[in-house]
């Protein structure tokens, strides 16, 4: 059960994204990127000691697909900072992956760690979108 706690620790731990939006008449990477700043909020909220961990894995798959979006829509204008999202995303994945075969206080915490620098790359390619959205 401790490792339950410390596994909802470490997703409350991940700070939350602004879930401002972008306007109607703005490009459609504006959506993505508020698709992605909602779903990392959501990943963040889940409890999984009420709602178990099928709850976490719904919130992550939402996350994935939105991430894939996103990275799909940015432009060659925002390649650097799109390629570290990319990165940090898939560094999720390894780690999700690595947490579920051992789901000790280690990987727990390298999932934690892993969506910080997810959601720290997210916020940089927003503020390099921030003429843009």
């Known amino acids: 059960m401790s490792g339950m706690r410390t596994f909802t620790a470490a997703v409350t731990v991940a700070a939350a994204l ?28 889940v409890n999984v000691a009420e709602n178990g961990l099928g709850a976490l894995k719904t919130q992550l798959q939402q996350l994935r697909t939105d991430v894939r979006r996103l990275l799909d829509d940015t432009s060659a204008q925002f390649a650097s900072q799109a390629q570290a999202v990319r990165t940090a995303a898939e560094q999720v994945s390894a780690s999700v992956a690595t947490a579920r075969e051992t789901p000790d206080a280690a990987h727990l915490g390298a999932v934690r760690t892993s969506l910080s620098t997810l959601q720290g790359s997210v916020r940089t390619l927003g503020d390099a979108m921030s003429g843009t959205c």
């Not at 306007?23 to 909220?45: F, I």
């Open 18 to 45: 602004g879930a401002g939006g972008c306007g109607t008449d703005q490009p459609p990477v504006c959506d993505s990127l508020a698709a992605v700043r909602t779903t990392m909020e959501q990943v963040r909220n």
